[in-house]
């Protein structure tokens, strides 16, 4: 059961706010939205055609996955050319015509930038191979091997094995933190800061709203090429290489900040531009602040507080946000809790007979987080993991360490658009990947009509927070933590909302000593104020101050 109140209208403070603040963005994988040609891809032609599907649910933006040019050996994270369209998605004129349709609808466009590696098919890196002594000589990350012959240090790539693969045209190592196929740029190097401001202003001059800045950490090394030290045991398993270091001499750089100052700089001469940085790492918090401290730097940034953890605790939120203190000078975090590299939530944080009722909870929950929302497409309808069988993976990482692997394939499947249609009215064509027989069940026409489906309630939960100012860009204070029971207070604006969540298969008791006199927002699976929570219930109450 769901319960909302009548939303309210948004107080007239927020237009001192830039648009950002608070917002929700709605993450596209353009591989995987609507394919239109037929090819069992999807484009840029059929994200512009599904637009008022997003606009729908009221978010304030979308962001785009990589579309540019690409080999997709990592499907599109290895650029071969950063200011076009790879061909599998349209053209220049197919981006030109979304931006036009999604600003007309009142949304913001995002893109991907991948500023830390190219493509080895870029020609950056063909001309930069060639020789020591060529213009691009120093644009990558090249070093001579030890005298035995061995690498030049003891990196190790995040895809598993060494960091560095050998060129017998430059007789040099060159490096690279993923797939061998993408060399590291030398983000040290101002000639190549100064072409990626170029490819950033490029965007820019074509109407792009904002930017996600991908694997930032990982934009300069240490030119000292230091080894790395061994990483502490701590009874996880380690599936690659990359697990037995700290990374401390191949990312994470001091001199990263300069460089997004630059950025900033550049994005600051456009109108109401948002910047947000991806960072992993064990040091991704400390990075993340870092990286958006003050007004010269980067807006946002968000990190892996929730997409990998393997459950949705109180004591988890409450500590990530914790990590974001309301106060002068720290940056504004954004959230996710799914994304196009991470397993679906639904799968991996409640029993399979529960999904329907945590994914209510769980969306209640992420709309009253302090920050920025990122939902992935298709968590609006509940999509789950699809399991995807050895022979029909696509994802590089997958393959490579089968079967531990991160299932970035099962978080990708295409987007089930209708139920009676075989391939979900996705394409005409196969699509590149099965769409699942249980998201196909969970198409978005087979919701639409519903009054009580995901989808619906997920426009409800949206404009809520966008009607209530302590939602959107509020405080956040933990009130009462327990193993199943999390109470917050979200207040702004002259606003108080208390926040309730049950976050276990069973019932509990409603928090003591706290009263839920007021207004009730919304509540979800029969949950109400001041009686014994049930299984995943959740309530939101304005109170009276």
Known sequence: ???????????????????????VIYQVYPRSYLDTNGDGIGDLPGVTARLDHIASLGVDAIWLSPFFTSPMRD???????????????????????????AHAL??????????????????????????????????????DAKADG????????????????????????????????QPQLNGHDPDVQDALLDVARFWLDRGVDGFRLDALNFAMHDPALTDNPPAPDNDTPRTRP?????????????????????????????????????VGGEEALSEMQLYTRGDARLNSAYGFDFLYAEALTPQLVAEAQANWPDRAGTGWPSWAFENHDAPRALSRWCAPQDRAAFARLKLLLLMCLRGNVILYQGEELGLTQVSIPFEQLQDPEAIANWPLTLSRDGARTPMPW???????????????????DENLAEAADRQEGDPHSLLNLT???????KANPALREGSFDAVS??????????????????????????????????????????????????TTLPAYGAVLVEETE
């Open 1 to 23: 059961m769901n319960r909302l109140s009548p939303i309210t209208a948004a107080p007239a403070s927020h237009a001192a706010s830039p648009w950002w603040r608070g917002a």
């Open 75 to 101: 499907f599109g994270y290895d650029v071969a050319d950063y200011c076009d369209v790879d061909p599998i998605f349209g053209n220049l004129a197919d981006f030109d015509a979304l931006v036009a349709r």
């Open 106 to 143: 009142g949304l913001k466009v995002m893109i991907d930038q991948v500023y830390a590696h190219t493509s080895d098919l870029h020609p950056w890196f063909a001309e930069s191979r060639q020789s020591r002594t060529n213009p691009r000589a120093d644009w990558y990350v090249w070093a």
């Open 150 to 181: 061995s690498p030049p240090s003891n990196w190790q790539s995040v895809f598993g094995g060494p960091a560095w693969t050998w060129d017998a045209r430059r007789r040099q190592y060159y490096l690279h933190n993923f797939l061998s196929s």
């Open 242 to 278: 990359f697990d037995f270091q700290l990374r401390r001499y191949n990312q994470s750089h001091s001199d990263i900040p300069a460089f997004i100052e630059r950025i900033r700089t550049l994005t600051d001469r456009y109108d109401a531009v948002f910047t947000m940085a991806e």
């Open 418 to 436: 209708t139920a009676q249609d075989e391939h979900g009215g996705f394409s005409s064509g196969q699509p590149w990947l099965p769409l699942g």
């Open 459 to 465: 426009r409800d939960m949206l404009a809520l927070r």
């Open 481 to 530: 933590i327990d193993e199943s029971l999390l109470a917050v207070r979200r207040r702004g604006d002259g606003q108080s909302v208390l926040c309730v969540f049950n976050l276990s298969p069973v019932p509990c008791a409603w928090p003591g000593g706290i009263s839920g006199q007021g207004r009730v927002l919304a509540a979800v699976n029969g949950a109400a104020p001041e």
